[in-house]
T-cell receptor, first 115, second 116 residues
Framework: NAGVTQTPKFQVLKTGQSMTLQCAQD?????MSWYRQDPGMGLRLIHY???????DQGEVPNGYNVSRSTTEDFPLRLLSAAPSQTSVYFC??????????????FGPGTRLTVL | DAKTTQPNSMESNEEEPVHLPCNHS???????IHWYRQLPSQGPEYVIH???SNVNNRMASLAIAEDRKSSTLILHRATLRDAAVYYC?????????????????FGKGTKLSVKP
């Protein structure tokens, strides 16, 4: 199992550009989520999904779009990048089994800089 | 979401036990106590979780107070590789389809330094 993979690892954008951060998991997990982490801070939830075709907003969704067309993939789209979106982005996945630990598995992160 | 309180930082010597405290005085009856850690330049990783009873796994032990208003993550013999930020998180269960109960709400955690 590759676990949770994220691409790219690093990205530099200019203000106003758009891009998609890719996230994929091969564990057949229903739940997937996106977090951002700013320097010296904990992670903040952007969007999450409990299955294909179902997404919802987290704590800081503005400026980001998501979709979930398959169980495996959960891309995060920045429509018009802003310097405030400079951050490290983590994708995570877990099962939805009742009574399980529902341990979340995190990807290695994408470090995004917006100039 | 229920909140947790952790010290900003702690220091330990290598090969000594480490006790990382967490206060969660507003915990509800269905909240599980989860611990994650984040090594430098990596994503968080699951450490342990519990509801009422103390728990042990290969990474650590979790001691939960009888009133569940506090808990302690115990690393029995700290190594240099255990230097990380440790997050104590309350998480409801079971997860309800379409609901937010599965979401992890991260605070700032405790930065653990391990001295050789």
């Amino acid at each position: 199992n590759a676990g949770v993979t994220q691409t790219p690892k690093f990205q530099v954008l200019k203000t106003g550009q758009s891009m998609t951060l890719q996230c994929a998991q091969d564990m057949n997990h229903e739940y997937m989520s996106w977090y951002r982490q700013d320097p010296g801070m904990g992670l903040r939830l952007i969007h999450y999904s409990v299955g294909a075709g179902i997404t919802d907003q987290g704590e800081v969704p503005n400026g980001y779009n998501v979709s979930r067309s398959t169980t495996e993939d959960f891309p995060l789209r920045l429509l018009s990048a802003a310097p405030s979106q400079t951050s490290v982005y983590f994708c995570a996945s877990s099962t939805l089994e009742t009574g399980a630990s529902n341990e979340q598995f995190f990807g290695p992160g994408t470090r995004l800089t917006v100039l | 979401d229920a909140k947790t309180t952790q010290p900003n930082s702690m220091e330990s010597n290598e090969e000594e036990p480490v006790h990382l405290p967490c206060n969660h005085s507003t915990i509800s009856g269905t909240d599980y106590i989860h611990w994650y850690r984040q090594l430098p330049s990596q994503g968080p990783e699951y450490v342990i979780h519990g509801l009422t009873s103390n728990v042990n796994n290969r990474m650590a032990s979790l001691a939960i107070a009888e009133d569940r208003k506090s808990s302690t993550l115990i690393l029995h013999r700290a190594t240099l590789r255990d230097a990380a930020v440790y997050y104590c998180i309350l998480r409801d269960s079971p997860m309800i389809y379409g609901g937010s109960q599965g979401n992890l709400i991260f605070g700032k955690g405790t930065k653990l330094s391990v001295k050789p």
